[in-house]
C-alpha cells in the first residue's frame, strides 16, 4: 500500500493499493492503483473492506486507475494475505477475468 499525491482537489494525499505484476511495476513509468476511501460503507464487489496503516478503510474498485509513480509519495504498509485475497477477487469478478 503506499500513498499518492492527488490531483482531484479533494485532499493532498489518498491512500492506495498498487496492483500488478512486480515486472511491470518496476519497468513502466505508471503502476495501477486501487484507492482507498474512509467514508463510504463496504459493499459486496465495488467496496471491499480493508485495514491501511491502522484505519478502516475500503478498496474502491470501480475507480482502479493508473498513475505516475511521481505521484506515489511512501510506503505504508502491505495488507493481510486475507484482505489482499478479497480485493483479487473482487477485482476478477468486477473485470470479468
Known amino acids: 500500500m503506499g500513498s499518492a499525491r492527488s490531483d482531484t482537489g479533494f485532499r493532498d494525499q489518498e491512500d492506495c493499493l498498487i496492483v500488478g505484476t512486480n515486472v511491470l511495476n518496476e519497468r513502466r513509468s505508471t503502476v495501477v492503483v486501487v484507492p482507498f476511501s474512509t467514508a463510504p460503507q463496504a459493499a459486496p464487489l465495488l467496496l471491499v473492506p480493508v485495514v491501511c ?10 475507480q482502479i486507475r493508473a498513475v ?15 484482505q489482499l485475497a478479497a480485493v483479487e477477487e473482487a477485482l476478477r469478478l468486477a473485470l470479468e477475468l
Request: hydrophobic share 45%; net charge positive.
Open 68 to 82: 505516475s509513480k511521481q505521484r506515489l509519495d511512501r510506503r505504508i504498509a502491505e495488507l493481510p494475505a486475507e
Open 53 to 62: 496503516a491502522g484505519r478502516r478503510a475500503v478498496a474502491v474498485l470501480d
